[in-house]
């Protein structure tokens, strides 16, 4: 089958690998993308998988905190332009203090809570929309109650995180938050890594070592050795702690006496595809000329 110039640009920004390598682990595996990712792996040529969601909707994430309370309000605009406006802006604000204050625990029920101004959340937001010319959306709440500490982060209105540890981390809490809003690892620690992805990891360290003519003895250590590294990898206690790499932040919570029981992360848009567009043209069809 005819391998495209968008198929090896894909695997190339999601694997890593060179330009003739994507094309090469794109032709063994008819073109299947995801199957081309292992088998670069298996080769050695590839880390984990670098995809990430484009994001399509803009917006801002707003984070609020009362004692083991918390919550995370994500608001989307169309653009950029309006996600920085101050009556935007605003909005965002008072549906992240109204979450908190009544205790909703869905975007529906959120919609429906009254502001102080005696309108509903749903209410504000439709006015909004008329001001702002754009669909505003309340796309996402997450709500915790949390048997310990709750710090939290906000990163350029961006990325929100929570982070939840068995006492007050003071300021190392909101260093682990802001780690999470960097790294996004995908679990806690390695217990919480599923089996079926465990085992996938196995295999892939076997294939990388299998042909190197050492004793099994040797070879079990080996695999063992980068399976370890992998999954501390992909686990928040195990990675390099961004405030200082020396140690990992699971160093830098036990020396603070504090154990992380769980995190939260939320990013403006991720999971939605956006539609990109010419700004000529698009300019051109708004105003009738094309």
């Known amino acids: 089958m005819e391998i495209t110039a968008s198929q090896v640009k894909e695997l190339r920004e999601r694997s890593g690998a060179g330009m003739m390598e994507c094309k090469k682990a794109l032709t063994e595996n008819a073109g299947n993308v995801d199957a081309a990712i292992e088998w670069l792996r298996k080769q050695g040529l590839a880390k984990a998988d670098k995809k990430a969601s484009r994001v399509a909707a803009e917006g801002r994430v707003v984070a609020r905190i009362d004692g083991p309370r918390a919550v995370l309000v994500e608001v989307n605009s169309e653009t950029d332009f309006v996600a920085k406006d101050d009556n935007f802006i605003a909005f965002v604000e008072s549906a992240g203090d109204v979450a908190l204050a ?49 710090a939290s982060y906000v990163h350029g209105g961006r990325i929100g995180v929570l982070v939840e540890t068995t006492s007050d981390a003071g300021e190392l809490g909101r260093g682990i938050a802001m780690h999470v809003a960097a790294m996004n690892p995908p679990y806690l620690s390695a217990d919480d890594v599923p089996a079926e992805i465990v085992a996938s990891e196995k295999d892939i360290a076997l294939a990388q070592v299998k042909d190197l003519g050492k004793p099994a003895e040797v070879l079990e250590k080996m695999i063992s050795g980068k399976l370890r590294k992998t999954l501390s990898e992909m686990c928040l206690l195990g990675q390099p702690y961004v405030v200082d790499p020396n140690q990992t932040v699971e160093d830098a919570s036990k020396k603070a006496g504090v154990k992380i029981l769980a995190f939260h992360r939320l990013a403006v848009g991720e999971g939605i595809q956006k539609k990109i567009e010419n700004f000529a043209d698009e300019v051109m069809k708004q105003a009738g000329l094309a």
């Not at 809570?113 to 702002?132: F, I, M, S």
């Open 102 to 150: 009544s205790g909703v625990g869905t975007v529906e029920a959120l919609l429906g809570a009254k502001l102080p101004n005696g309108q509903t959340v749903d209410e504000a937001r439709q006015a909004l929309v008329a001001k702002c010319g754009e669909n505003i959306q309340v796309r996402r709440l997450l709500a915790i109650t949390s048997a310990g500490h709750v």
